[in-house]
């Protein structure tokens, strides 16, 4: 049984992890911690980290950025791996995290769904084969009309994958709507859709001379994010200190 505190427990997805983990036989939540405790839980809620008085495997962090610097220092304190999954962290706390992680074991990736992993995985071998053959390559992200940034910061991991696997040769294009030029064989298009409750549409394009190959992915609700951050704690268990990426959950 792996026990964790799931920290952010009474935002969104920490309630959706929690009703995930109530139905998992394999794990189980032995505290809570938000600055609100609004008696909806069947565990203990503290509403600090610091108070946090219970033993556990690791911590699943959908939190808010302020609350991250202390979560930090608590695992460090404690060995406790952490599954950070709180977005908007600014460049020093992105250097705490990498400096926790020479003490324990810290997970964090751009997304947490275990499909879209398995995706940035598969495009690697298929850039691999179809951009030196000439195919162009666009990615389109579409999400719900509350998101403030663009585009996604998964459409940019699935950008990051495809230009890792080409050595860095490929240069990323938001807007076409200034210049008047064909496109260059050596960009990767990125196009933005915002509107209704799109909770997270991904289409990867890769287009050549009479054919066309498409990669995507449908989030139909936020739990495909929880569900890859109980596999995440389950992975993390008993993991030396290091840096760890979903990547390292699919295998």
């Not at 394999?26 to 203990?44: C, H, M, S, T, Y």
């Not at 202390?70 to 709180?86: G, Q, R, S």
């Not at 162009?136 to 910061?153: F, M, R, T, W, Y």
Request: hydrophobic fraction near 45%; glycine fraction near 10%.
């Amino acid at each position: 049984m792996v026990k964790v505190i799931m920290h952010g427990c009474n935002g969104k997805m920490g309630q959706t992890i929690a009703g995930l983990i109530a139905a998992d036989e394999e794990i189980e939540i032995v505290a809570g911690v938000d600055a609100r405790d609004e008696g909806k839980n069947l565990f203990p809620v503290f509403s600090s980290i610091r108070d946090c008085t219970a033993e556990a495997d690791a911590v699943i962090d959908f939190s808010v950025a302020a609350a991250v610097d202390a979560l930090l220092d608590y695992c460090v304190e404690k060995k406790l791996p952490c599954v950070l999954c709180t977005t908007g962290l600014s460049e020093a706390q992105l250097e705490k995290a990498e400096a926790a992680s020479r003490e324990v074991a810290v997970l964090k990736s751009a997304n947490m769904s275990l499909g879209i992993n398995m995706l940035l995985k598969l495009l690697k071998e298929a850039a691999g084969t179809l951009a030196p053959a000439g195919f162009d390559i666009e990615i389109v992200e579409k999400h719900h009309n509350q998101k403030l940034d663009a585009p996604s910061g998964t459409a940019l991991a699935l950008a990051d994958s495809i230009n890792e696997k080409m050595g860095g040769a490929y240069e990323y294009v938001y807007d076409r709507s200034q210049v008047r030029q064909k496109r260059d064989a050596k960009e990767i298009g990125i196009s933005a859709v915002r509107g209704g409750t799109i909770v997270g549409d991904h289409d990867v394009i890769f287009a050549g001379a009479d054919e066309v190959v498409t990669f995507s992915h449908r989030a139909y609700s936020k739990a495909v994010f929880g569900k890859g951050a109980i596999q995440a704690a389950k992975f993390l268990k008993g993991r030396p200190a290091g840096m760890y990426d979903m990547a390292d959950v699919i295998g």
